[in-house]
Structures are given as C-alpha cells and as structure tokens.
C-alpha cells in the first residue's frame, strides 16, 4: 500500500523537531567540553528543521491551490467563515465601546454633593440698530451761529461806521440770476439763518436817515 507524500513530510517534520529539543535536554551534550563540536550539532539540527517546515510548508500550499481549482465552493465557503468571525469580532468590540461610554455618560450627570451645577450661558441676540424715519423726526434745530453775535441779539440797535461800511459791500453785491436760483425752500440751518440776519441788517440801513 502506497503512502501519502504528505505523511513522510508530517513524519520527517515531527522527528526534527524532537530532535531540536533532544540537542537542549540531553545531558551527552551538556558533559562535552568542546563547544564548537556542541554548536555545530545544534546548527545542523536547527537547520534541518527549517528545511523540513519549507517543505511541509510548500506542500499545503500546493494542495490548496489544487483545491481552489477543483472545488472553488471550499475556499468561498472558508472565506465567508473568516469574515463572518472578523465582523462578530467587531461587534462585540463595538458592544464593549458603547457600554464604557454610556458608563462615562452616567458619571458625568451625575451632580456632585456640595457642588453648585454651572448654568449654562444665555443667548444673546443681536438685533439690527433701528434707523428712524425721516418723517418721525423733528425739525432740525437752527444753531445760532454767524460773525457777528451782538447783531443776532439786538437787530435794531445802530450799526457803527465799520459796520456801515460791511452792509454797503454787501448790500452792492449783485443777486443771483433767476434761473440759477436754489431751491424751493430757501437755505435750511445755518446758512438760513445768516442769510436772515444779514437781509434784517440791510433793510435797517436803508430805513436809516442820513445825518
């Protein structure tokens, strides 16, 4: 009866390997005095095993890729074994992940005796600035402004000579042209106002008898 080739290298396999362990236990070894004869055992039989795993090694590899032909279904089968272990693998881990977390979450909310519970922030919103309508507002105050402030409070009082002089330059300035006139409400603030007290200040002069 023919024997496998695989059961002499199973065989020729084992035998090395207790001869490996032979070469650390054996006391024949140990009384010897020469080392390099002892190192030298040692070398060949740690190498004659290595030779053997390659064999053995070289051997399954060769019978499944002879399976993986023949009957392709063993590998698909093996394959979905391994992912289905790596996927339960995983699971379980993500199992364990999530009950350390909620575990932490507990210990989190829970409030500390003596402890006051920091409140949370409030919210501020911003609101836009509110513009007022032009409608809404009032009339813009008159500032009483202009170059000479003791006119502004007494208009009828007499104007010296230097202030003669100032009304009549003023008085011989030419108005302007009808069509380049301003517009329909006249000057507004300060400008109006000068504008006023210097026409008040020339209607007196002209009122005036001359001495």
Same mark, same amino acid.
């Given at each position: 009866?023919?024997? *496998?080739?695989?059961?002499?290298?199973?065989?020729?396999?084992?035998?090395?390997?207790?001869?490996?362990? *032979?070469?650390?236990? =054996?006391?024949?070894?140990? =009384?010897?005095?020469? !080392?390099?004869?002892?190192?030298?055992?040692?070398? @060949?039989?740690?190498?004659?095993?290595?030779?053997?795993?390659?064999?053995?090694?070289c051997f399954f590899?060769?019978?499944? @890729?002879?399976? !993986?032909?023949?009957?392709?279904?063993?590998?698909?089968?093996?394959?979905?074994?391994?992912?289905? *272990?790596?996927?339960?693998?995983?699971?379980? @881990?993500?199992?364990?992940?999530? *009950?350390k977390i909620q575990?932490?979450?507990?210990?989190?909310?829970?409030?500390?005796?003596?402890?006051?519970?920091?409140?949370?922030?409030?919210?501020?919103?911003?609101?836009?600035?509110?513009?007022?309508?032009?409608?809404?507002?009032?009339?813009?105050?008159?500032?009483?402004?202009?170059?000479?402030?003791?006119?502004?409070?007494?208009?009828q009082q007499h104007? !010296?000579?230097?202030?003669?002089?100032?009304?009549?330059?003023?008085?011989?300035?030419?108005?302007?042209?009808?069509?380049?006139?301003?517009?329909?409400?006249?000057?507004?603030?300060?400008?109006?106002?000068?504008?006023?007290?210097?026409? !008040?200040?020339? =209607?007196?002069?002209?009122?005036?008898? =001359?001495?």
């Amino acid at each position: 009866m023919a024997v *496998a080739p695989g059961i002499h290298i199973v065989e020729d396999f084992e035998k090395a390997f207790q001869d490996c362990v *032979a070469a650390l236990t =054996n006391q024949d070894l140990h =009384n010897a005095r020469d !080392s390099d004869e002892i190192r030298t055992s040692v070398d @060949l039989t740690v190498q004659r095993f290595l030779d053997i795993s390659k064999q053995m090694d070289c051997f399954f590899l060769q019978k499944r @890729l002879l399976l !993986s032909v023949q009957k392709p279904e063993h590998l698909l089968v093996e394959n979905i074994q391994e992912l289905s *272990a790596e996927v339960k693998r995983k699971d379980e @881990l993500i199992e364990k992940y999530t *009950a350390k977390i909620q575990t932490w979450q507990n210990l989190l909310n829970q409030d500390v005796p003596g402890t006051p519970r920091p409140q949370p922030p409030p919210i501020q919103q911003h609101q836009p600035p509110q513009v007022p309508h032009p409608s809404m507002q009032g009339p813009t105050p008159v500032q009483q402004q202009g170059p000479h402030p003791h006119h502004m409070m007494h208009p009828q009082q007499h104007p !010296s000579p230097m202030q003669q002089g100032m009304v009549q330059m003023q008085g011989g300035m030419h108005p302007p042209p009808g069509g380049m006139q301003g517009p329909p409400g006249g000057l507004q603030g300060p400008l109006a106002y000068l504008e006023r007290t210097m026409s !008040s200040i020339g =209607n007196v002069c002209n009122n005036m008898p =001359n001495f």
